[in-house]
């Protein structure tokens, strides 16, 4: 454990903090990539966009699986976060979890890259629409759904709030109610890119701050990276908390190979006193 310099490095610092799946691991949500993660195939938008056939089955498991998304609790390290913010710690988190843990748990400046579950898009006018409420369109068009669905049980929750169900073509999905084009949650998949507005958001954020901590990230993907490698670019020391290696260890200053939770704990015990003070 190199908690010692990771408390060294970001004391007095006010730190941007950049989290991934394995924030949320502790939360129950299974993440992908990590080491023990299970096998998976993630959606790409191009499946989406291309077969209604796939829209129905992702529509029925969505159905299924938005709702223990949105009964997900935030854990120690999202609370350490929030804490550490309110402290004048932390100034804020750009996340790629579509799960709102952060919000849920009282950080204020949160930047989802990825989206979130809580809110649909439609892919042809851009109206937008609670999920909730779309919930219980879908409720009404499938009457008792859920119900049997659960019955059935073997639910597996899925960062992109997916769930694993084998009853699904008699699911009837919704359209637009605009334009009657295809409505997607609002989240970035796989050959999506980030809305430029929101990619400027984040290095602002970067940019504003004496170093950046990335939490629970493997970094795989380039959304999420090109962030460490502009603090690096720019002499903005980056710290990396995560359990296994990642892309951008080369880049840090400290990496320490751990869980989320404990480690985040630690900080918000040690650095929170030092900036109020
Ligand atoms: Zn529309």
Known sequence: MEGPELVALLSGRRVAVLTGAGISTDSGIPDYR???SPPANPMTIRQFTSSRAYRQRYWARNHLGWRHMAQTLPNA???ALAHLERAGVVTGVITQNVDLLHTKAGSRNVINLHGTYAQVVCLGCGHTMSRAALADQL???NPGFAERAERLGGIAVAPDADAVV???ESFRFLDCPAC???LKPDIVYFGESVRKEIVAQAYSLVE???ALLVAGSSLTVFSGYRFVRHAAALGIPVAIVNRGATRG???ATVKVDSGCS????LLADELSGLMSA
Not at 262 to 265: C, F, G, Q, R, T
Request: a negative charge.
């Open 208 to 210: 504003s701050s004496d």
């Open 77 to 79: 390290g999202h609370r």
């Open 139 to 141: 409720e009404a068009a």
């Open 262 to 265: 404990p480690m985040l704990a």
């Open 166 to 168: 084998a009853e699904t």
């Open 249 to 251: 260890d080369d880049l």
């Open 34 to 36: 990590g080491p023990d």
């Open 180 to 182: 009657d084009g295809m």
